[in-house]
């Protein structure tokens, strides 16, 4: 028997609970892995709570990302005791994910364990580091050098906030962080390399078409007022990568950044980005996050704890990285 937290639906509402199931139970797929470690995202939070409409179908094993231990393949490119790592592809919210001590899924999914790396410290990274790496990979194609300036980031004491700020620091660009609680995060905030911590209630009220410039570049993990005021304080020739909406979808925003100061505005997908520019943000990461960066911004849960976690981080009252164990 394998633990798994299952999701289920009644009367509209979503039901979270740890439960035994058997490994035939398990969805189809070419490669069964033994899982040792999850994460909680923000994107987990809503499909464990319904506060988001993430799962379509009942019951459903949530967790977007996990690291663990091949035990069987009909796949050539993977043996049993081969290490691996998935990060989106809908695992999680339209196929069975990684909040159980199994998970099976298509080879295509897969990475191979970046070298030099444990399955806790992939896990640490997880879908909200790829992001944050996918995310400073495109102010930097954008051209924006530490030279430029300041680099703003939103959502700072999130999980993809939290390795932005690092990979950035690591990087030599200055970085401004921005945090509803300044006086519980700020500190951290500083040690993973912010240079300036930027109360949220600065970037609340509504946009100006155009306002100061402040800002060489940013990453965006809030999306809805905060991006437009954000767009509206970049820099000419500027570039904003933008990869959430924990403010919301909509985007209250003019023309004018982009035509009167030439501001990029940059999506940024993790979930089916192509396996090479995976593979390759996966070895950056490797190489750029200090070992201290794996003790300080993360925490570790059991999988009866995910419930209540899920619900603290859809309420922003979770700071870095969440890692849940298994197996």
């Not at 019951?59 to 049993?80: E, H, K």
């Not at 300044?182 to 905030?189: D, P, R, T």
């Not at 300080?296 to 059991?302: C, F, K, L």
Request: proline share 4%; glycine share 10%.
């Amino acid at each position: 028997m394998l633990k798994a937290l299952i999701l289920n639906q009644q009367d509209k509402q979503t039901l979270a609970q740890v439960s035994d199931i058997e490994e035939h139970q398990l969805p189809e797929g070419e490669v069964t892995v033994a899982v040792e470690y999850s994460s909680l995202n923000y994107k987990d939070g809503l499909a464990i709570t319904g506060a988001g409409k993430i799962i379509r179908e009942f019951p459903m094993v949530p967790g977007i990302d996990f690291a663990g231990t091949v035990t069987q393949s009909n796949n050539d490119r993977y043996q049993p005791g081969d290490k691996v790592v998935l990060t989106g592809w809908g695992v999680g919210e339209t196929h069975w994910g990684g909040l159980a001590e199994r998970a099976r899924v298509k080879a295509d999914w897969l990475v191979p364990l970046p070298e030099g790396l444990s399955c806790e410290q992939t896990m640490v990274i997880g879908t909200a580091g790829l992001t944050a790496m996918l995310c400073v990979q495109a102010l930097q194609d954008a051209g924006l050098t530490p030279e430029s300036g300041e680099i703003l980031v939103t959502g700072a004491s999130g999980g993809v906030g939290s390795v932005a700020i690092t990979l950035l620091s690591a990087l030599g660009y200055r970085v401004a962080a921005v945090t509803g609680r300044a006086s519980q995060n700020g500190a951290l905030l500083k040690q993973l390399g912010a240079s300036t911590i930027v109360e949220r209630s600065e970037l609340e009220e509504p946009a100006k078409p155009l306002e100061k410039q402040r800002w060489a570049g940013a990453i965006d993990t809030v999306g809805s007022k905060m991006l437009a005021k954000v767009l509206a304080q970049t820099d000419y020739n500027g570039a904003v990568a933008a990869c959430g909406l924990a403010g919301g979808f909509d985007l209250p925003t003019t023309v004018m950044p982009f035509i009167l100061r030439n501001v990029r505005l940059q999506g940024i997908d993790s979930v089916y980005c192509p396996m090479e520019k995976r593979q390759q943000a996966w070895q950056r990461l490797s190489e750029l996050l200090p070992e201290s960066f794996y003790q300080q911004a993360s925490q570790t849960i059991s999988l009866e704890e995910v419930p209540a976690f899920a619900q603290a981080i859809i309420q922003g009252q979770v700071t870095g990285r969440t890692l849940v164990k298994l197996g």
